[in-house]
T-cell receptor, first 113, second 114 residues
């Protein structure tokens, strides 16, 4: 079946450090890939997405590239801020919204000043 | 992208009772999804709700415990029935993504069963 494996957390960084959160997937076919963010006490927000191989999603300084050859969609940010402290979820889906999202387990990021 | 209003935002309930969660979408959508997020865990799909047909439940979830209504294309409810402390979770509704908007989620209902 389809699944997402996400880097275990928690991750603790100092402000302005470089961030990488690894995400790999197993799927039959070519899914769309997503990163969602959940700030403390809030619901999920779409951070970025990519729908085909070699697409790069970007938003708020975060980037992730859809790598078909390595079935990966790693999240990166060059310089994190305290306000980036949140839980990050990698997810996949098929068929442009008519199918469910399959989530990774989530990675909790804490950024210290 | 669609905007979802989810109510209530949180509740504390006695075991054995039921709670109904509502989601209102600002546009017509074919499919709505209900997820559960247990404390410190990821999201697990409970069921998919299409307007005009019975909801489709994932393995491990049953209609008697989580009945869902979908009376029109902008509204759905999820009921958590005969609650126990193990039902303490965040429940979220979602609508499918299209174009550049991805999937949209409600703000969640934080349920505590005592």
């Amino acid at each position: 079946g389809n699944s997402v494996t996400q880097m275990e957390g928690p991750v603790t960084l100092s402000e302005e450090a470089f961030l990488t959160i690894n995400c790999t997937y197993t799927a039959t076919g070519y899914p769309s890939l997503f990163w969602y963010v959940q700030y403390p006490g809030e619901g999920l927000q779409l951070l970025l997405k990519a729908t085909k191989a070699d697409d790069k999603g970007s938003n708020k300084g975060f980037e992730a590239t859809y790598r078909k050859e390595t079935t990966s969609f790693h999240l990166e940010k060059g310089s994190v801020q305290v306000s980036d402290s949140a839980v990050y979820f990698c997810a996949l889906s098929f068929q442009g919204g008519s199918e469910k999202l399959v989530f990774g387990k989530g990675t909790k990021l804490t950024v210290n000043p | 992208s669609a905007v979802i209003s989810q109510k209530p935002s949180r509740d504390i309930c006695q075991r054995g009772t039921s709670l109904t969660i509502q989601c209102q979408v600002d546009s017509q959508v074919t499919m709505m999804f209900w997820y559960r997020q247990q404390p410190g865990q990821s999201l697990t799909l409970i069921a998919t709700a299409n307007q005009g047909s019975e909801a489709t439940y994932e393995s491990g979830f049953v209609i008697d415990k989580f009945p869902i209504s979908r009376p029109n294309l902008t509204f759905s409810t999820l009921t958590v029935s005969n609650m126990s402390p193990e039902d303490s979770s965040i429940y979220l509704c979602s609508v499918g993504g299209w174009g550049d908007y991805g999937y949209t989620f409600g703000s969640g209902t934080r349920l505590t069963v005592v």
